[in-house]
């Protein structure tokens, strides 16, 4: 079944049909064409959102991408990515193959339609043309036959006439017989025209019209069929993206499985150990007895520059971080206005006072202990501390690890330095053995470029295998002091003399001359106070007070803005740098007060 066939009286009820479909067809492709930009919209927000949340420093710089966490949350915002480019594929096969495809489609269409009406108009108005031409010719037979049959009746009256003249008879008649001449020839003329008409009409509605609906049904549809094939389209773009979505997702899920919580505990761990052992075991003091004030009889006295000292003939003197010598204990951390800390008041002695009561010093000094063990801020560098080429700076352990990363970078670098001095050697025997390829000569400076780029960074790597090697004993020492000492200090006894602590059987006498025992009990921790400015060092560079400093801490001495000092030694990690000033005396000031500039 046809259109031409079944519908060819319903001209206007085609023509709006295939003017629907075209509706249609433009409806579709811009439904489609606001869905791309839904798409690229989403694709969009979705590369915002990861550019938003991914390391902004790079992945060797950032310390928190070792942890497995971190590195699931980075490869779940890729896999997010990967998903908007998928987003952005949709979107550009349906701007391509949907809309582009299918606006020019549709201008064919609405060509082709336009076409085939104008046609079908045409022949319409032929139609209308011939039955105009009919009706005329009918109408001309019509008024020839009335006009003959009056001419007829006019010459008959006449002739009946008894008072009418032979000639006016004669007259009527030949105005009758003309009048029924020209009544038979709009009747041969009536009938032609009848049967053109006929013939036009019966090609019109058989042949001709039929063709153009024909047409016109066959271009609804083949746009029904290009939009049915449009409708494939839109499911196809998103079924091609399908395999490599679910990809995404399954990489989403193996971000999800590799959170290791027991590796990145252990990274933590890599990361920020220190290295340094763990403090020892403090000894039990007891001043509830009469001491001997002189010092040269008593583990008790007062040196000259006014600091208690505690010493015994014979003792071991234990080393204990964070009070040893190589990490000597450093001035409480200060406030930027100079003073201290309210958090770090507790952590130091007041100053020393030459002249006063041993019993009243004693007692400042063990109210001083358990702040100091109690505090770790000393554990940790200060916000100026200076950096150094040996990462002296930093606890042990990440000492270690930094040497550890710089050797095997220069090694990497020399390995490459060696590599391209080889090649260079090889390129210059090419030229030499075929000149024509290339000078000899013109290699000469980038070989000894190399060649010196080999002597330096085997320098380094000597350099750094001397501080790795210094490094790794120094983390092996403190890690045989931890592993030495008690895991919980003696008990002291609840009613025992100072001197029962050590041995149990001195006499509990106001003047005793022998000094406590040493068995099993670390040094004092004040005792290394002693050792600080013992050894006269030279100064290992200068320094200059930016800020006005008031020593009120045990170690610390006062300086004034713009005094030049020299530095005795750089800081260790505390915030704290040892000086001299040149009027004479020693001791610890705040690296952030200072200006320093090394030999």
């Known amino acids: 079944m046809d259109w031409g066939t079944e519908l060819w009286d319903q001209f206007e009820v085609l023509e709006r049909h295939t003017q629907w479909g075209l509706d249609l067809l433009d409806r579709y492709v811009k439904f489609v064409k606001e869905r791309t930009e839904v798409e690229q919209a989403y694709a969009k927000q979705l590369r915002n959102l990861v550019k938003k949340y991914l390391p902004k420093r790079p992945t060797k710089d950032d310390p928190e991408s070792k942890f497995s966490q971190q590195q699931s949350f980075v490869q779940i915002l890729q896999e997010v990515n990967d998903f908007a480019g998928q987003r952005e594929l949709v979107a ?320 990497r670098e020399l390995q490459k330095e060696v590599d391209q001095r080889e090649a260079l050697k090889k390129m210059k025997d090419v030229y030499e053995k075929t000149p024509q390829m290339g000078d000899p000569a013109s290699l000469e400076p980038r070989i000894t470029e190399t060649l010196s780029n080999i002597e330096r960074l085997k320098s380094e790597v000597q350099k750094y295998e001397t501080w790795l090697a210094e490094a790794e004993s120094r983390v092996l020492s403190n890690r045989g002091d931890s592993l030495g000492r008690h895991p919980r200090p003696p008990d002291p006894p609840a009613s025992a003399p100072p001197d029962s602590s050590s041995n149990g059987s001195q006499d509990n006498k106001e003047s005793s001359e022998e000094p406590p025992s040493e068995e099993g009990q670390d040094t004092p921790i004040y005792t290394e106070f002693d050792e600080d400015f013992e050894e006269p060092t030279s100064p290992i560079g200068q320094c200059v007070a930016i800020y006005h400093f008031e020593g009120s801490s045990e170690g610390t001495i006062s300086m004034t803005e713009g005094e030049d000092l020299s530095l005795m030694e750089e800081d260790k990690g505390d915030g704290w740098t040892r000086v001299r000033r040149k009027q004479g005396g020693e001791g610890y000031v705040p690296t952030s007060y200072l200006r320093v500039t090394l030999n």
């Open 92 to 411: 550009e096969n349906l701007s391509v193959r949907v809309c582009l495809e299918l606006v020019k489609y549709s201008q064919e269409m609405k060509q082709e339609r336009k076409m085939h009406f104008q046609e079908g108009r045409r022949a319409q108005q032929q139609l209308e043309s011939g039955f105009k031409q009919l009706e005329n010719s009918k109408r001309k037979f019509e008024r020839d036959c009335r006009e003959a049959e009056k001419a007829a009746q006019t010459a008959e009256r006449l002739d009946q006439d008894i008072n009418a003249t032979k000639a006016d008879v004669e007259k009527a008649k030949q105005q009758a017989h003309l009048r029924s001449h020209m009544a038979e020839e709009s009747k041969n003329e009536y009938a032609a025209q009848l049967q053109r008409f006929n013939r036009d009409q019966a090609h019109f509605y058989f042949s001709q019209m039929p063709q153009i609906f024909d047409k016109l049904q066959d271009m609804d549809e083949r746009r029904a069929t290009r939009l049915g094939a449009g409708y494939g389209l839109l499911s196809e773009a998103e079924l091609q993206v399908v395999p490599i979505i679910a990809k995404c997702l399954e990489g989403m899920k193996v971000a999800a499985d590799a959170v290791d919580a027991k590796n990145d505990s252990q990274v933590l761990i890599e990361l920020h150990k220190s290295g340094f052992a763990r403090p020892g075991d403090v000894e039990f003091e007891d001043f509830s007895q009469p001491m001997n004030r002189a010092p040269s009889d008593s583990s008790l006295g007062t040196p000259s520059d006014g600091r208690p000292e505690l010493r015994g003939p014979g003792r071991s003197r234990a080393k204990r971080w964070p009070f040893s010598k190589k990490n000597k204990p450093r001035p409480p951390p200060l406030s930027p206005l100079g003073g201290p800390l309210p958090s770090a008041l507790p952590n130091g002695p007041p100053s020393p006072r030459s002249g006063r009561d041993p019993l009243a010093i004693l007692s400042e000094i063990s109210k001083s202990v358990k702040p100091r063990l109690a505090s770790f801020r000393s554990l940790r560098g200060g916000r100026g501390t200076v950096a150094s080429e040996d990462f002296s700076h930093l606890p042990p352990e990440q000492q270690r690890k930094r040497l550890q990363q710089q050797l095997e970078e220069r090694n």
